[in-house]
Nanobody, 127 residues
């Protein structure tokens, strides 16, 4: 199983970006896909996630109302739409996959819940 994250880049304050996480090597919908981020000098933290089994989502408070997660099961791809970006959103963004049919919630924003990690894509928001 492999995850390929893409879509990062440099954007101005208030701008938008869409990240993609393409998965390969499996076909089950009983997975949870999460996005995490790690800013310079900080620990990696959960941003948001989506359950493939029922489409439930869970967001960190810091991104509610600005970020949206969605998935295309046919393409085995999860998207992270980021709007109203702020300099504090600057980080390397990682997608991760857990082989579980659990409903998205607080436990699914813990890094230890995930089985497979992508390589990360860098997002820089200028002020």
């Amino acid at each position: 199983v492999q995850l390929q994250a893409s879509g990062g880049g440099l954007v101005q304050y208030g701008g938008s970006l869409r990240l993609s996480c393409a998965a390969s090597g499996f076909t089950s919908v009983y997975v949870v896909t999460g996005w995490f981020r790690q800013a310079p000098g900080k620990e990696r933290g959960g941003v948001l996630c989506i359950s493939g089994s029922d489409g439930s989502t869970y967001y960190a408070d810091s991104v509610k109302g600005r970020f949206t997660i969605s998935r295309d099961n046919a393409k085995n791809t999860v998207y992270l739409q980021m709007n109203s970006l702020k300099p504090e959103d600057t980080a390397i963004y990682y997608c991760a996959l857990a082989f579980s049919g659990i409903v998205a919630g607080p436990p699914t924003l813990k890094s230890g819940f995930y089985d497979v990690w992508g390589q990360g894509t860098e997002v820089t928001v200028s002020s």
